[in-house]
């Protein structure tokens, strides 16, 4: 029988990952009606104003599966065919074969074969997502800029291909998700944001959740800290910038309890159908932005490779702000952490990323919470 939640151990773990270096931290576990929230550190290291469990937090890429949702709704509903062609509904974003033989299901599980933009939205991160050669400095130069999306889908559309579309392992790419972002302006008729907003957070009830279209975020929230692998010396606060660069890929603001109460809803069948959560639950290899081959689902991965039946959920990155939401399969556990600081690891002479005390203390957290020996450490 699972124990319950040990509160004494994940306060101690949570203390542990500020320790280790991370300025603040903040993660909610649940386990059936037990709830625990706990805050490490500090918003501001200039201040020294503390994390509090109700801030609100850049969450990064976890957007990807309320965006992946919002489409699987329109698939229900019959607007969208998941195995249809995108060029059937975006024909001068992806024209050609390329729009014929990429499908919806290939945008979402990133198996369309399409490049990242970021390296030439922001110039000083070329070669990304390999850091050695690149440099924060467009972070800095892009801080105020509002992009135009669709600009950005062509810069990944006209950039070489990984691949052929639908050929494994894929590569996990915003260019897919941003195209996502179009795809459901057109059937919808409403902005990406409005629609994920109206169809997604609203009827979950999020209440600390939304797509901001400026750089500020409402409500309480920390200051968020980009070392870019240490070639930002001390730290630099992000928490003002426009997230125009990522939208409906990556600019979700939310709180650690909002994330876990998405994620039991969408693990219960009450966001999408059952029939969409089977589907979103068949995964591909995939090589994430840290080089790593995953499962990948649609919006959706095993946190455990070694156990699908374990763990599933998303991690997420913007520029200084991290997050990472998970659940067990049957919804009886789930936590949510996230942190102020990103890109922490230094890199060695051939530009891999060097371990950090932070690494292994967030891997404690994560068992901690999850009530695990081994594993549930991406």
């Not at 603040?24 to 649940?30: D, K, T, Y």
């Not at 291909?161 to 919808?188: D, K, Q, W």
């Not at 371990?355 to 994560?366: C, G, N, R, T, V």
């Amino acid at each position: 029988m699972e124990k319950s939640l040990d509160t004494a151990e994940l306060d101690a773990a949570l203390e542990n990952v500020h320790r280790a270096g991370m300025p603040g931290v903040v993660a909610e576990v649940r386990d059936g009606d037990q709830v625990w929230r706990g805050a490490a550190g500090v918003a501001d290291t200039a201040t020294g104003r503390p994390m509090t469990v109700g801030m609100r937090h850049r969450v990064g890429s976890i957007t990807k599966t309320f965006t992946a949702a919002a489409v699987l709704q329109q698939v229900e509903a019959g607007r969208i065919g998941l195995d249809a062609p995108i060029g059937r509904y975006l024909p001068d974003l992806v024209p050609g074969e390329r729009g014929d033989a990429i499908t919806v299901r290939m945008l979402i599980d990133h198996t369309s074969g399409l490049a990242e933009y970021l390296p030439y939205a922001y110039p000083s991160l070329k070669g990304f997502p390999v850091p050695s050669g690149t440099g924060p400095q467009s972070l800095d130069d892009h801080r105020f800029t509002t992009f135009d999306r669709r600009e950005l889908i062509g810069m990944g559309v006209g950039a070489p291909a990984s691949g052929p579309p639908g050929a494994t392992p894929g590569l996990y790419s915003n260019t897919n998700y941003l195209l996502l972002g179009e795809l459901l302006e057109h059937v919808t008729g409403m902005t990406a944001e409005k629609c994920i907003t109206r169809n997604v957070i609203e009827p979950a009830g999020l209440r600390d959740t939304e797509l901001p279209a400026g750089p500020h975020i409402d409500g309480p929230h920390p200051r968020m800290y980009e070392s870019w692998f240490g070639m930002i010396d001390p730290p630099r606060d992000y928490s003002v910038f426009d997230m125009s660069w990522v939208t409906p890929a990556a600019s979700l603001v939310s709180t650690v309890a909002d994330l876990n109460r998405f994620f039991g809803l969408l693990l219960a069948g009450e966001i999408v159908s059952r029939s969409s959560l089977e589907q979103m639950r068949r995964t591909v290899p995939v090589v994430s932005q840290e080089r790593k081959t995953i499962d990948y689902g649609l919006g959706l991965y095993p946190m455990d490779s070694s156990d699908p039946d374990g763990f599933w959920g998303h991690g997420g990155s913007a520029w200084g702000a991290g997050a990472l939401a998970m659940i067990r399969a049957d919804g009886g556990r789930q936590m949510a952490v996230a942190v102020n600081l990103q890109r922490w690891n230094t890199l060695d002479a051939t530009g891999k990323p060097q371990p950090h005390p932070i690494d292994d203390a967030l891997k404690a957290l994560y068992q901690a919470a999850m009530n695990l020996k081994a594993g549930a450490s991406k």
